[in-house]
């Protein structure tokens, strides 16, 4: 199975920031996970360098450090069965020897002892534990190279409230690692309550920014009654 890619990096980084966590599968350069099972993918260091894949191996609630090689976007294909081999056809019987004599033994055979009995079962398990005892040993290892990562700490967030000339307000909100809201314009009104929930000082720092908002408010609506009141008596004198 092929490692992933740049551009398969950039489409998991992606789907993390969209919040979802993708599927992978595992390669045969992964150590103390079999290849070809699933696990997702939980985050991505900034490095992209190393084991910077952290990911939750299929039925483990622990999250372990990849690197590119180790795992892959593509889908294993299943494993078949594979048939029975075919039993060898029975061999036919030689037919013996015409006039040939078998020359007969005069010593008896002597039946195994009880002791010897035992032993020969006592060595075959001793001999199958070894090879066993062999195998279990990368896998000890490999686990203990593969310690489960602390969850990292969420980073924290930064808002940001920004007032023009015009006395018009936009607020923005962004992380160390992305923008999460572009500026947003919010009135005057709004920013001057959260101001005072937040702190007096905060409050006592905007308050001249929403005055002066509240002054050219003022004089907005008094030329647009001058502008009215204009355009009522020239209505008026239409009408006579």
Do not use: C
């Amino acid at each position: 199975m092929s490692p992933l890619s740049s551009d398969e990096l950039r489409e998991i980084r992606d789907e993390l920031n969209a919040g979802t966590t993708p599927t992978v599968w595992f390669t045969g350069s992964a150590v103390g996970v079999p290849e070809g099972r699933s696990g997702k993918v939980i985050s991505l260091d900034e490095s992209a360098e190393g084991d910077f894949i952290q990911v939750r191996p299929a039925g483990s609630k622990d999250v372990l450090s990849f690197s590119a090689a180790e795992v892959t976007k593509v889908k294993p294909p299943r494993k078949r069965t594979a048939p029975e081999p075919a039993k060898p056809a029975p061999s036919e019987a030689k037919p013996k020897a015409v006039g040939a004599t078998l020359p007969r033994s005069t010593t008896s055979a002597k039946p195994p002892s009880s002791a010897a009995k035992q032993a020969t079962p006592a060595k075959q398990a001793a001999s199958a534990a070894k090879p066993a005892a062999e195998a279990a040993k990368p896998s000890a290892g490999a686990a203990a190279r593969r310690k489960p990562r602390p969850p990292k700490a969420v980073g924290g967030a930064t808002v940001t409230l920004t007032a023009d000339d015009e006395g018009q307000w936009s607020v923005e909100v962004s992380t160390p690692k992305k923008r999460v809201l572009k500026p947003t314009q919010v009135s005057a009104g709004a920013v001057a309550q959260a101001a005072k929930v937040l702190h007096e000082d905060v409050a006592a720092a905007v308050e001249p920014l929403i005055e002066a908002a509240r002054e050219q408010q003022r004089a907005r609506v008094e030329q647009l009654r001058a502008e009215l009141a204009a355009a009522e008596a020239a209505l008026d004198d239409l009408r006579s």
